[in-house]
């Protein structure tokens, strides 16, 4: 009596299992490279925005560099300075909040100090300048990363759903 089975079909069960199970293998592998890959994109997104913070913080140490030098090399226009009193929409502004600190008593700078700290402070100012440069161009690349670690993971979700599709 006999069932259906041939010696074929001992060698066909065992190959479908085996393929089915080569077929998990390869879906795990994926899912464990597209982990990897969102792990990378995560570190990825983290050092961008340390960057973009010192960024900012470098642009506002030379908003503050150049505004200091503005002050100092420029004298407000006539009418340019609020009136003072106790107006609702001003407050009690005086003047003296809208002038630069003088110093009383004791002898002014000299020119030579003037002349220093000038050069001291637009060469801060350049190395503002190339810090900016240089923070800019390296979000730039990690910008370049994160796309090619994107297009790598929507490649392999595509290949595990097209894998999917096929058993």
Sequence with gaps: MSYGWSTTSFVFLPLCLLLISLSAQAQSVIDEQIRQLETDLLQINQNQQNIYQQFQMTQELRRNELQQQEEITSIPP????????ASPELGSARMSDFLPEVTIGGSPPSYEEMVRKKRERQKRIQQYNSDLDRLHAQYQELETEK???MEQITDLRRSKQQEELTR
């Design 78 to 85: 006539v009418g340019t300075y609020p009136q003072t009193g």
């Design 147 to 149: 796309r090619v670690l």
